[in-house]
């Protein structure tokens, strides 16, 4: 069973940073796309940023191109997510996902994904 813990949310001030993780227990993230996904209050969930399973390609939404960068290290099971130069509208619950073994499903797409985590809170205040 694997189980996916993010962390890294909390409240930051408008221009500021942050670097969430995802740690994946029972398997490592190697060979499999992993992407990010958020949910503000009253609003739909939407992709973020995804990382395919070979790792050689990144996909972003064009709301946080430029500003996020997806990363994995497969070694120690985690991935990342940095995002700078946040914005109020960023503010939301972000949740990792894993795809699975070497999918080639589209990363921006939650149905492609098979385990997610519980998410983090990233508040970003004006």
């Known amino acids: 069973q694997v189980q996916l813990v993010e962390s890294g949310g909390g409240l930051v001030q408008a221009g500021g940073s942050l670097r969430l993780s995802c740690v994946a227990s029972?398997?490592?993230?190697?060979?499999?796309?992993m992407g990010w996904f958020r949910q503000a209050p009253g609003k739909e969930r939407e992709f973020v940023a995804g990382?395919?399973?070979?790792?050689?390609?990144?996909l972003y939404a064009d709301s946080v191109k430029g500003r996020f960068t997806i990363s994995r290290d497969s070694a120690k099971n985690t991935g990342n997510l940095q995002m700078n130069s946040l914005k109020p509208e960023d503010t939301a619950v972000y949740c990792c996902?894993?795809?699975?073994?070497?999918?080639?499903?589209?990363?921006?797409?939650?149905?492609?994904?098979?385990?997610w985590g519980q998410g983090t809170q990233v508040t970003v205040s004006s």
């Open positions: 990382i395919s399973w070979s790792g050689s390609s990144t």
């Open positions: 996902a894993r795809g699975p073994y070497g999918s080639s499903n589209s990363l921006s797409k939650a149905v492609g994904y098979n385990y």
């Open positions: 029972g398997r490592t993230f190697s060979g499999y796309a």
